[in-house]
């Protein structure tokens, strides 16, 4: 029985999605549930599984072709073995072979009969092959050259393909390839951001010695408590934006047309950068959350992101983004806002600094934060109380626990 192999559905939010990979060939056989094929949307890697045991007939989309929702992308045998479709085509090449010949004598005349098995048995048609024998009979030295050519022009093809965006002049070389669907929306999403938005970034800084004192002191009892997850700086810096997303509702706030939308849960984004480009997961009702359970959802969403696996439903939504790029050692950096939020924390690298500490100069472990926000629904003193309130809370983290 044929079964059609679609493309899955996509929600609203995803117009169509591009073929990135198949791990089948026509010929293949396949079991229920293996993965057949990956659909590259904007957001996420969609795969598409088999629906039962069965061999690809017929791959109709090829890799790099677009599809929208429920399109065509192949045909499967269902019930059917890999071994069916190559002893099929060794049948009809020697019946095609065959035809030509008006009796057996004829067909010894033209084709050696240690040839005509080794045709059988790689699927060559004789009558493509040049004989070198007398009277221009096939032999089995021509079938093997054959072969051999056989194998190593597909291996050819690909090669030359792969080096043809490859364009060196002596020592200068350039490579051409393709932009991934979701590096070219991210970059159509920071383009619009920027010329839609009135965007302005405020600083300040912030003391990290508290809360890493406290985490020296509590990380291994931390860790054996809640079954293995490590305590980091995410969790203080989600629990803390959480906190003064409450105390100035317009930050948590988005745009829709001429209204303005404030939102009475906190769902954190989280930026985190994969091999395909930027994502940014969402810890929904972080103001639920606890640490261990904040700390947890990140490694996870880490995970997902590394392996291609986040769902389009985890990465929908969300009120507020951070972006820590202080894992990658920057210092300083405007963040820039993403669509339809109105604000964005940057968290950035803990550099030693000194700092004037009642009348004494003290080394410091300090962190620069950046809110990077839409002006035109926050005004800058809104904006500076936030990263105050931030600052106060993460430079006394008992307060997080107090609630004051």
């Known amino acids: 029985m044929a079964i059609e192999i679609k493309a899955p559905q996509f929600p609203e939010s995803v117009a169509d999605g591009t073929v990135a990979t198949w791990h089948k060939q026509p010929g293949d056989a396949v079991k229920r549930d293996e993965l057949i094929v990956d659909i590259e949307t904007d957001k996420v890697v969609m795969e598409v599984l088999a629906e039962a045991d069965g061999v ?180 203080f810096f989600v629990k803390a934006a959480v906190e003064a997303l409450k105390r100035q509702p317009g930050v948590n706030a988005s745009i829709d047309g001429n209204d303005i939308v404030y939102h009475g849960y906190q769902d954190i984004g989280v930026a985190v950068s994969s091999d395909r480009g930027l994502v940014v997961p969402v810890l929904r009702n972080a103001e639920h959350m606890s640490l261990a359970e904040i700390e947890g959802g990140i490694n996870n969403y880490g995970k997902k992101a590394k392996a291609g696996k986040l769902t389009i439903e985890e990465m929908t939504g969300g009120t507020f983004t951070i972006s820590n790029g202080g894992v990658f050692g920057s210092l300083l950096s405007t963040p820039i806002v993403n669509p339809p939020q109105t604000a964005i924390l940057g968290m950035h690298k803990i550099q030693e600094r000194p700092m004037a500490v009642n009348g004494q100069v003290v080394i410091l472990p300090m962190m620069y934060l950046a809110l990077s926000y839409d002006h035109r629904l926050i005004d800058g003193k809104e904006a500076v109380t936030f990263l105050v309130t931030m600052k106060d809370l993460l430079e006394d983290p008992a307060r997080l626990l107090l609630d004051i």
Do not use: C, W
């Open 56 to 235: 690809l007939t017929e791959i109709v989309k090829n890799e790099g072709d677009t599809v929208l929702s429920g399109e065509l992308l192949g045909k499967l045998e269902a019930g059917a073995t890999a071994t069916a479709a190559p002893a099929a085509a060794a049948t009809a090449t020697a019946t095609a072979a065959a035809a030509p010949a008006t009796d057996a004598s004829t067909e010894d005349a033209i084709l050696a009969p240690a040839a005509r098995k080794l045709a059988e048995e790689n699927g060559i048609d004789p009558n493509s092959v040049k004989g070198t024998g007398k009277d221009g009979r096939v032999t089995k030295e021509d079938l093997v050259a054959a072969i051999e050519a056989k194998k190593s022009a597909p291996a050819a093809k690909p090669a030359a393909a792969a080096a043809a965006p490859v364009v060196a002049v002596g020592d200068r070389v350039e490579k051409r390839v393709p932009m991934t669907r979701l590096r070219a929306k991210v970059a159509e999403r920071l383009v619009e951001a920027q010329s839609s938005m009135a965007m302005l970034t405020t600083f300040n800084e912030v003391n990290m010695k508290p809360i890493m004192e406290l985490r020296a002191k509590y990380k291994d009892l931390f860790e054996k408590t809640h079954n293995g997850v490590r305590l980091g700086f995410m969790s």
